[in-house]
DNA sequence: ACCTGAACACCGTTCAAGT
DNA sequence: ACCTGAACACCGTTCAAGT
């Protein structure tokens, strides 16, 4: 005898995100997620395999917001200079935003599943920046270099590891400009 | 009437070490480390006040361990410029060696309490490079942006995020020699 | 076909009782 | 003074039984 569904998958990843933000990824339950969405935990599992699924979907959604959001950031900044320093305060500015799920995407050795093509275009737009500034011999070692400084940047500032006082805006416009100007393309002496 | 200590801190916070590295963060439970120690769980309760203690203390004592690494890498390498290098290097080969443990004292927003001269003293040899290569006035920000690009290259590797292929060695090279050139001092124009 | 209560294994933590 | 079993609240997950 059919029932109507009483929720769907988009509905408790909604809810999934929304505990994550407010409760931290503790208060990520699937016993909170059940009662937020209106039914008990066991049913959860019609639409979920397990927990872990259900948080790399929450990542999931993450990465692709704040792809979204740099994408739109980097629309309408034709210099590609300029464009590094906007990505960058794009990236952050989000990740002060939803500290919370910033953090489950960055959490190092988190074992999260992640859709290969989300992950792609979340960065995509720092990949393009990249091309551009340094040509397309040193791209990826360029994009990388962005990234990993972005991402370890507002991880510690994120997790206060910044405690030597000192502007911490400062150092991160600092850090911004000085990697501009170093990613641009160099005469290149044989390495 | 008294009886004998049958375990001690230390042998506690080691054997947290062990199931971090062996297990994963999921793995060190109290009653794990117990067993490990040759108590029963509640026992544990006696030297620490619960498992967010214990897993602080765990974290403090990798920073600790990293902190001397970085110190004996740069003891020996007078050169400003070539001292980063290798410094950079010794982080990543440490991160390497003891992934979750680098996991869990980097993860974004883990409420982790560590005591300030600890990590006082496992970034005081980046600071140091800093200030040299780069002078007083942008030596807090130039190790700001060291600290935030080699933490987040190695974040992202161990997380698996460089999924594009190409040589993962290289582009650490790249960052770091682009890296070294870009700290270095300039003259000031006024910013 | 979805939802539920009951049950299981496993946590962290407390505490009275042992030695 | 340390250690323990028992107990409690809380997880994730499974499954037979309901509709």
Known sequence: MPTPDRTSLGEIVAAGRELLETEGL?????????????VRAPSLYKRV???????????????????????????????AHARLLVLARTFRGYAHERPAAFSLLFTPGSELALDPD??????????AVAVE????????????????????????ELSGA???????????????????DA?????????
């Open 49 to 79: 395999r397990n927990r872990a699924e259900l948080v790399s979907l929450v990542a999931e959604a993450t990465a692709g917001e704040l792809g979204q959001r740099l994408d739109a950031a980097a629309t309408g900044t034709p210099d």
């Open 162 to 180: 910044f405690r030597l006082g000192g502007d911490i805006e400062r150092a991160f416009e600092f850090g911004a400009h000085r990697l501009a």
């Open 118 to 127: 989300v992950l792609r275009r979340a960065s995509a737009s720092m990949l």
């Open 26 to 38: 503790g208060g990520l339950t699937m016993q909170a997620v059940a009662a937020r969405v209106g």
């Open 133 to 156: 500034l340094s040509g397309p011999d040193h791209a990826l070692d360029a994009a990388r270099t962005l990234a990993a400084w972005a991402n370890g940047f507002v991880s510690m």
């Open 183 to 191: 990613l641009a393309a160099k005469p290149d002496f044989g390495n």
